[in-house]
């Protein structure tokens, strides 16, 4: 599965931005998916999964209650709604396949998308 996230952006504090990840190949609807980020200097850290059926969702105790991670496996895509945004949530943003549930990732990142929150 190729996956490219999108929707980053340059947003004021308390502001909202939506991001998408778009998969291609047949076995979407089959992973747990993740979103993780990357501020610069710093090791991917997790933010948000869910299973491979919506039904289950987990999040990084820094994102709950903001955040809401979602997926339509009729379109290939995964989604992170991010609201009430906060100047430490800025990193670049990637979707990736889980290893294991429900925080572990396999480690092939993609192309990742920009979030910016500025004070």
């Known amino acids: 599965v190729q996956l490219q996230a999108s929707g980053g952006g340059l947003v004021q504090a308390g502001g909202s931005l939506r991001l998408s990840c778009a998969a291609s190949?047949?076995?979407?609807?089959?992973?747990?998916m993740g979103w993780f980020r990357q501020a610069p200097g710093k090791e991917h850290e997790f933010v948000a999964s869910?299973?491979?059926?919506?039904?289950?969702?987990y999040y990084a105790d820094s994102v709950l209650g903001r955040f809401t991670i979602s997926r339509d496996n009729a379109k290939n895509t995964l989604y992170l709604q991010m609201n009430s945004l906060k100047p430490e949530d800025t990193a670049v943003y990637y979707c990736?396949?889980?290893?294991?549930?429900?925080?572990?990732?396999?480690?092939?990142w993609g192309q990742g998308t920009q979030v910016t929150v500025s004070s």
């Open positions: 190949g047949r076995t979407f609807s089959s992973y747990n």
């Open positions: 869910i299973s491979w059926n919506g039904i289950s969702t």
């Open positions: 990736t396949q889980l290893r294991t549930w429900p925080r572990n990732p396999l480690g092939s």
